[in-house]
């Protein structure tokens, strides 16, 4: 049996390791990750290196961290769910899906996901006829039908159990609440914040993180970065560029000529219809050059990030089962899928340009999957062969 996480680890925390540890596993269970690399579903660069966030994953529970396409992680929430799930089914051995929640039960959510789509298309069309977003329509479209469990859809890690629960369903694969110790956003509690509070509170990393997790981003950087490339742009490239369509091109040149920095340049172009977060998902994949239609695309590959001992073996055995070619390196990934290899090389090379430490191009194509000892292991961080 294998648990899958869909992950993002940004950074991973000792609210991610309690959740691996209730995956209690037999000698035969294994862990898989599924994690966001250089960018992250909020639309941003992620805030630490993506090869030491899977490596953490991996000293604290995890066997084996695979990394999602970025195409996928810069996708809505659905489409990120729906393609986490996509690659735990391309493992070809039987999986069980755990993800957090902000409920005691999965029912509910389960309910909201079990609703068709000839169902919601009525109301979804008039959301988007009163000049609401796809998702904030598709939402309210739920909580109409179903007004009490809709009500669960209003805070976001539940949102996006609901869109894990519904793409398990399509691939008839189970799945396993686990309630979060900290709401999304909420204060402390104990050891554990949530990941948007440690990027807040940088200085409190050691407290809420078990180990470390360099280098970091260099914020500043990242932001000059983003603006420069996005005004190298005309509207007929933007035009070409995955999450951006219906005029938003127009709208983004428009505030770029005012705005001095990323918040100035979102707050000048959001509408109902464009949320900070789609904004975000769509400068982002600008920057990248992501073309339109790749999300939309199959998963490519598997590629491995970080595995350990056991992690070693289940790779193996993968080898025999896997639907997707099995990677660790760059010229793996780049020789069964070109074009995705190409935009996850380019989001890796911005990321080291913006590191705190920053790194040469090409090292998504040079370095492999990284091998993770225990801590006090001279092998610990290693990249070996599997």
């Given at each position: 049996?294998v648990?899958?996480?869909?992950?993002e680890?940004n950074?991973?925390?000792?609210g991610?390791?309690?959740?691996?540890?209730?995956?209690?596993?037999?000698?035969?269970?294994?862990i898989?990750?599924?994690?966001?690399?250089s960018?992250?579903?909020?639309?941003?660069?992620?805030a630490?290196?993506?090869?030491?966030?899977?490596?953490?994953?991996?000293?604290?529970?995890?066997?084996?961290?695979?990394?999602?396409?970025?195409?996928?992680?810069?996708?809505?929430?659905?489409?990120?769910?729906?393609?986490?799930?996509?690659?735990?089914?391309?493992?070809g051995?039987?999986?069980?899906?755990?993800?957090?929640?902000?409920?005691?039960?999965?029912?509910?959510?389960a309910?909201?996901?079990?609703l068709?789509?000839?169902?919601?298309?009525?109301?979804?069309?008039?959301?988007?006829?009163?000049?609401?977003?796809y998702?904030?329509?598709?939402?309210?479209?739920?909580?109409?039908?179903?007004?009490?469990?809709?009500?669960?859809?209003?805070?976001?890690?539940n949102?996006?159990?609901?869109?894990?629960?519904r793409?398990?369903?399509?691939?008839g694969?189970?799945?396993r609440?686990?309630?979060?110790?900290v709401?999304?956003?909420?204060?402390?509690?104990?050891?554990?914040?949530?990941?948007?509070y440690?990027?807040?509170?940088r200085?409190?990393?050691?407290?809420?993180c078990?180990?470390?997790?360099?280098?970091?981003?260099?914020?500043?950087?990242?932001?000059?970065?983003?603006?420069?490339?996005?005004?190298?742009?005309?509207?007929?490239?933007?035009?070409?560029?995955?999450?951006?369509?219906?005029?938003?091109?127009?709208?983004?040149?428009?505030?770029?000529?005012?705005?001095?920095?990323?918040?100035?340049?979102?707050?000048?172009?959001?509408?109902?219809?464009?949320?900070?977060?789609?904004?975000?998902?769509?400068?982002?994949?600008?920057?990248?050059?992501?073309?339109?239609?790749?999300?939309?695309?199959?998963?490519?590959?598997?590629?491995?990030?970080a595995?350990?001992?056991?992690?070693?073996?289940?790779?193996?055995?993968?080898r025999?089962?896997?639907?997707?070619?099995?990677?660790?390196?760059?010229?793996?990934?780049?020789?069964?899928?070109p074009?995705?290899?190409?935009?996850?090389?380019?989001?890796?090379?911005?990321w080291?340009?913006?590191?705190?430490?920053?790194?040469?191009?090409g090292?998504?194509?040079?370095?492999?999957a990284?091998?993770v000892?225990?801590?006090?292991?001279?092998?610990?961080?290693?990249?070996?062969?599997?």
């Amino acid at each position: 049996m294998v648990f899958g996480v869909i992950s993002e680890f940004n950074p991973f925390h000792n609210g991610h390791r309690w959740l691996l540890e209730q995956l209690s596993c037999g000698e035969q269970d294994y862990i898989v990750c599924f994690m966001s690399g250089s960018f992250v579903q909020r639309g941003e660069p992620a805030a630490y290196d993506k090869w030491s966030r899977a490596a953490a994953g991996v000293l604290n529970g995890a066997d084996v961290v695979f990394e999602l396409p970025v195409p996928f992680a810069l996708a809505d929430g659905d489409r990120f769910a729906a393609k986490g799930i996509e690659l735990a089914a391309a493992l070809g051995q039987p999986v069980t899906m755990a993800f957090g929640t902000e409920s005691d039960s999965t029912t509910g959510l389960a309910r909201l996901a079990a609703l068709g789509e000839e169902e919601l298309a009525p109301l979804l069309r008039a959301g988007l006829e009163r000049g609401l977003s796809y998702g904030a329509a598709r939402q309210a479209a739920m909580e109409k039908l179903l007004p009490e469990e809709g009500a669960l859809l209003r805070t976001p890690n539940n949102l996006l159990a609901c869109g894990y629960i519904r793409a398990c369903m399509a691939h008839g694969i189970p799945y396993r609440g686990i309630r979060r110790r900290v709401p999304h956003d909420g204060a402390p509690r104990g050891d554990i914040a949530s990941a948007s509070y440690i990027r807040a509170h940088r200085e409190s990393f050691g407290r809420y993180c078990p180990c470390p997790q360099e280098p970091a981003l260099n914020g500043a950087a990242a932001e000059r970065g983003m603006m420069t490339l996005l005004k190298m742009k005309t509207a007929a490239q933007l035009r070409g560029y995955a999450n951006i369509s219906e005029g938003l091109e127009n709208r983004i040149l428009a505030a770029l000529a005012e705005a001095e920095d990323l918040q100035g340049l979102y707050d000048r172009i959001k509408t109902r219809r464009y949320s900070h977060a789609k904004l975000r998902r769509a400068i982002a994949s600008a920057a990248l050059e992501i073309p339109a239609g790749l999300p939309e695309q199959a998963a490519p590959y598997l590629r491995v990030l970080a595995f350990g001992a056991r992690g070693r073996e289940l790779l193996r055995s993968l080898r025999k089962t896997a639907r997707l070619p099995l990677c660790q390196t760059g010229r793996e990934c780049e020789q069964a899928s070109p074009d995705f290899f190409a935009v996850e090389r380019r989001a890796g090379d911005l990321w080291n340009c913006w590191s705190a430490r920053p790194a040469p191009s090409g090292e998504d194509y040079r370095r492999g999957a990284v091998f993770v000892g225990a801590p006090e292991s001279p092998r610990a961080g290693e990249e070996r062969g599997f």
